[in-house]
């Protein structure tokens, strides 16, 4: 089985078959992103999809877990995905989840009953970017949806009992939003109450046009510090419950993990001893995507 371009997967997801259905992103417009440039999106034929699925039968036998791949597999007509999903099922019984990228946009194209089918179907867990909670930032960042979207989108998922992985990022307000970001970002996830949600840094991107507005003047990179500062008081302003909480992504300077609203305190204090100073930051060649 053959990839076009580089793949990109959630690190929960390392050590699944990853299958293309898409090639870039539908989207593939946020500022921030350096993701699938080398691109033109497209959706992939049926047909090549079950031969790459036949293929990984042959080469890996038993296979636990899949990633339909690339940015937004959930794009795809309801009825192709069935097609794909039974095509797992008949392949690699043993396949105990199938997870995917979403848009907001491809949520809120779809049905709760066609998301109810698509969990029936094998889909477990669905990942969706949303960045920040503020509109003012998300316009900023041309993500092309709402905070409301966003949040629409979240608690469909959720009603069609699929897991939900939502993503944040710390520092993409600038230093002049740390706490509108923080704020907002903890009234959205406090909405939709996901089963996860993460945290990356943001990370520096040449060429796209985030990195120019930093080049310029126009947006100022938060110091490791501040981005401990505003994770802290975006973990003051959440209210969910059973939501598994990370920030051990590899862009990040500190790794912080535990479960809300149980871990909030330990979390707090951890991030406490940070800016203590007596734990320190991961160094910058460190950091990662």
Known sequence: ME????????????????????????????TFCGMYKDKKFRVRELKDIISDLEQAKLDYGVVKRIFLADGDALVLKTSDLKIILLKIKELFPGCERVGVYATPKDILAKSVEDLSLLKALGIGILYLGVESGSNEILKSINKGVTAQNLIMAGRKVKESGIKLSTTLISGIGGREKISENAIESA?????????????????LESGTPIYKDIQNGIFHV??????????????ENVEVTNCIFRSNHASNYVSLSGTLPVDKDKLLSDIDITLKGKHGYKQEEYRRL
Request: charge should be negative; charged fraction near 15%.
């Open 3 to 30: 990839y076009e371009g580089i793949v990109y997967r959630p690190p929960s997801e390392a050590y699944s078959l990853i299958v293309q259905v898409t090639i870039g992103c539908s989207h593939n417009g946020c």
């Open 187 to 203: 009234k959205l996830i406090s909405a939709i109450n996901p089963d996860y949600v993460g945290f990356l840094t943001l990370m």
């Open 222 to 235: 938060l110091t490791p510090e501040e981005v401990v500062q505003e994770l802290r008081e975006f973990l």
